[in-house]
């Protein structure tokens, strides 16, 4: 509003000169757009990043799943094969560990190995001679359940989508339906007669649609004859003549020969159907 004064002239009054400089702060007037003086426009959002998108839609893939698989599986040979763990056997245990401390880096490290196709008589046979029957038995027994549950679950997460498809022979139709009908009966027996390698047995249960608590449970009883077998053994490796290592071995071959003589009937079995 306008005051007039005592000389006559209008002057603003302090709440109205207040607005009138408070407008041109928040928008451009009249003779600033029709000079074209450039307004401020509005920055627009970032754009969803596409890598991660990308990224995200090929892990759903499954085929990309399955190379990953396969990526995973040669870094733990390559690992292997260079940190060479039969070294074990000749050379021993690191002095710096020992006790419950070494027995739990040692299953560890079994059920590691396991993963990457080392097999499990040589590991069995180390846990033996390096903590003796009884804690050689139950380390063994740990890194088996433990790289069994890892293998499995690499296999189902990483493997089943793209593998379940190729499922086609008579053969592995036959075998797919044992596991995933009579998962615990099935994988006992193969724990039990070690006539299918470790390794082998763990990715078929895990193509096929077998739950996770009947194979571990299946893993962990039907490997405790041939682990305390091998770990007996390793015990006692030193005194080959000894009663305790002859039953050991002969603990080892009786299963062995009663798996291959099943594994020959089941074969011819399914040539006759």
Not at 51 to 72: I, M
Not at 80 to 96: D, N
Not at 97 to 108: D, E, T
Request: proline share 8%; aromatic share 8%.
């Amino acid at each position: 509003m306008l005051d007039a004064n005592r000389s006559g002239t209008a002057a603003a009054s302090p709440r109205a000169a207040g607005t009138e400089l408070a407008v041109p702060l928040t928008a451009p007037t009249a003779a600033a757009v029709t000079a074209g003086a450039p307004m401020a426009t509005p920055v627009p959002p970032l754009p969803r990043s596409r890598f991660a998108a990308r990224c995200a839609r090929v892990l759903r893939s499954p085929h990309a799943r399955l190379s990953l698989l396969f990526a995973l599986l040669a870094g733990g040979v390559v690992a292997v094969v260079l940190f060479e763990p039969q070294r074990l056997l000749t050379h021993g245990w690191p002095p710096q560990l020992g006790g419950v401390a070494a027995a739990v880096v040692f299953s560890a490290a079994y059920g590691l190995c396991t993963v990457a196709f080392v097999p499990r008589p040589l590991l069995n046979l180390a846990a033996g001679a390096l903590f003796g029957s009884q804690l050689g038995l139950s380390t063994a027994l740990a890194g088996t359940v433990l790289g069994a549950g890892v293998a499995f679950g690499l296999g189902r997460l990483l493997g089943q989508d793209a593998l379940r498809p190729l499922l086609r022979g008579r053969w592995l139709k036959a075998a797919d339906g044992q596991l995933s009908r009579h998962g615990f009966r099935s994988m006992l027996i193969a724990r039990l007669f070690p006539g299918v390698p470790f390794w082998a047995a763990n990715y078929c249960a895990a193509v096929s649609r077998m739950r996770w608590l009947p194979f571990l449970l299946a893993t962990a009883l039907g490997s405790v004859p041939n682990t305390a077998a091998y770990a007996v053994a390793g015990a006692r490796a030193s005194t080959p003549t000894s009663p305790a290592f002859l039953i050991a071995m002969g603990c080892i071959a009786l299963p062995a020969l009663a798996g291959s003589v099943v594994a020959w009937r089941k074969r011819h079995q399914l040539r006759g159907r």
